[in-house]
């Protein structure tokens, strides 16, 4: 998605196939040399880390949990947020949907970045203001959302997916082929270490598993 954002593909395409030729409006920008901020370093926040850096990105983070010398494995500064915000060209979101994350991204944030950055979520609806994204789309201040997730699903602000800078997809982002023979593995490997007595991981309540 961030490369079809940072191309304008998915709005090219459109005018295409509407008949409309037109190859001077849709000047993208390329990722090399840019600014990736990362939020939530997690398994997929540190993969996408190394994927950007061989495009040649620098990648900074912000994650409570995580400490810098861990992210400085996966050559990724950890810093605030607050000292994120001014440096990023494009922030990739990788949070669950909690207090701290609703609305995270909202327009004082687009007030605080540089302008035009461009902004991903494949992580949980609501992390995006999507009222306030509009006004910063339509200010300037953002040039370009890619989202995969909404407030609600399927989306009800139309006004926000119809937007021309909104790259949107209906929550595929885990809606492949060899994704969901992965899951299927993972639960199933998950099931036989349990029934062996073995840890099991990824657990959120792992108080409730019997001692072995």
């Known amino acids: 998605m961030i490369i079809a954002l940072s191309r304008n593909i998915a709005l ?3 005018k295409l ?7 001077k409006s849709f000047m993208g920008t390329e990722l090399y040399g840019k600014t990736l901020g990362i939020i939530g370093l997690g398994r997929i ?3 996408l880390a190394t994927r950007m850096q061989a495009f040649g990105m620098k990648t900074i983070g912000y994650d409570p949990i995580v400490s810098k010398e861990e992210a400085a494995k996966f050559n990724i500064e950890s810093m605030s947020l607050e000292e994120m915000w001014p440096q990023v060209d494009y922030i990739s979101l990788h949070v669950p949907l909690i207090k701290a994350t609703k609305n995270l991204i909202n327009l004082e944030v687009f007030q605080k970045c540089k302008k035009g950055v461009r902004v991903i979520n494949c992580a949980r609806g609501g992390v995006i203001n999507e009222d306030e994204a509009i006004v910063a789309l339509d200010q300037g201040l953002c040039d370009g959302i890619a989202v995969d997730v909404y407030e609600e699903e399927p989306p009800t602000n139309r006004k926000f997916v119809e937007h021309e800078k909104v790259l949107c997809t209906p929550h595929i982002g ?3 082929k060899e994704a969901q023979v992965r899951v299927a593995v993972d639960v199933a490997e998950q099931l036989v270490c349990l029934m062996n007595g073995n840890p099991v991981w990824g657990c959120v309540n792992p108080t409730t598993l019997p001692s072995k």
Do not use: C, L, N, Q
């Not at 196939?17 to 190859?23: E, V």
């Open 12 to 14: 090219a395409s459109t």
């Open 17 to 23: 196939k509407a008949g409309i030729w037109d190859r």
């Open 45 to 47: 926040g540190k993969e």
């Open 174 to 176: 885990a809606s492949t």
